[in-house]
């Protein structure tokens, strides 16, 4: 039986086209410092409140991704960008990436489909230099107010490019967002295992290389 055709290319970003050191250095360090300065504590102990904090709230839910919520949360001002920008050196694209999205754009449309918020995905495509790949940019939490968590995010993708799931195929390294939610819907989609964690699944690839090699004929 015939595959349908591949019309959009979809991937998430972090962990997928960037590396994750610019968001640690902000969530792991930058914010729990800011902390520590506006409530006289140490690092460490910055650290402790801080990262409970983020605990209670969770990675399902939308706030976790929205650092205006966090400045606001934990009296840091409103001053965010600064941060952002003084974290600039921070953003690294994986070195598959450009590769790829330059193969994949001679034949297909390409997306962003990310929980991050619309000013991380800007900032961070920017930054990285491959903003010009995409045709299209989704924060799910910033446009849709989701996380990419069920399929209903995915369709309401389908539904802005204007294609049915069974023409997108959509990667990232998050197995519940970025395989289990989209396959749900009926896109064809791919889990990013950069860690070789040990799966060997069919739907399991190593790097953007090997995922573009396993879809050369779509």
Not at 71 to 80: C, I, M, P
Not at 141 to 152: A, I
Not at 189 to 210: C, H, K, P
Request: contains cysteine.
């Amino acid at each position: 039986m015939r595959m349908p055709s591949v019309e959009v290319v979809s991937f998430d970003m972090n962990g997928t086209l960037t590396q994750n050191h610019f968001v640690e250095a902000i969530w792991g360090e930058a914010v729990p410092r800011l902390y520590s300065q506006a409530r006289g504590l140490s690092l460490e102990e910055s650290k402790v409140e801080v990262y409970a904090e983020y605990d209670k709230v969770g990675e399902r839910r939308v706030e976790w991704y929205d650092i205006k919520y966090w400045f606001r949360s934990l009296g840091l001002g409103d001053d965010w960008r600064a941060l952002l920008e003084s974290l600039q050196h921070h953003v690294r694209p994986y070195s598959d990436a450009s590769y790829v999205l330059q193969q994949l754009g001679r034949r297909h449309r390409l997306v962003v489909t990310s929980n991050a918020s619309a000013e991380f995905i800007e900032f961070e495509l920017g930054a990285a230099r491959l903003r010009e790949y995409f045709d299209s940019v989704f924060s799910c939490t910033s446009d849709f107010g989701e996380v990419k968590k069920t399929p209903d995010v995915y369709s309401r993708v389908c539904s802005t490019v204007g294609i049915e799931p069974e023409h997108m195929i959509h990667i990232g390294d998050h197995l519940d967002f970025d395989y289990l939610a989209p396959r749900e819907l009926g896109i064809r989609a791919f889990y990013l295992d950069r860690n070789a964690s040990g799966r060997t699944e069919d739907f399991v690839v190593r790097s953007l290389t090997e995922f573009l090699d396993r879809i050369a004929s779509v």
